[in-house]
């Protein structure tokens, strides 16, 4: 199950990818913002990083106006490693190497075409585990 949120800055991209979710039968859930209101990344990223944390959802995708906000709030969010990538290299490396389980993107940065690869990439690609696992242990032994 893959969780997408936004703020009001992401909102537009949040429905262009949703659509293409949608299209390629990928199963989510959409949470805030859901109509375009202004409100605070920090919060939605929290909301939506928890349904991670607490098992409900395997993976987030979270757009603010640059990526940047929701990304630095995201990563506070024990057990989240979220990635803001502006291209597919990005998504993929994210996923093979650092075991990402949250994408960020920028809703004022990149076209929805652009995003829907990197969404696709992303959701598509796993972890290669070994000296990355021994790494990702490593930021894990940070946050606690
Ligand atoms: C909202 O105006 C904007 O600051 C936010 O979406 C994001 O870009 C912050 O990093």
Redesign the pocket.
Known sequence: MIIIAS????FELKREIIKHLEETKTEFTEMGCLNGERCD?PAVAEQACREVTEGRADKVILV???G???SMAANKVKGIRAALCTDEYMSEYARRHNDANALCL?G?VIGAGLACNIVDRFLSTGFEGGRHADRVNMITKLEN
């Open positions: 703020d009001h800055a992401g990344y603010c106006g640059t940047i906000g929701i920028g004022r």
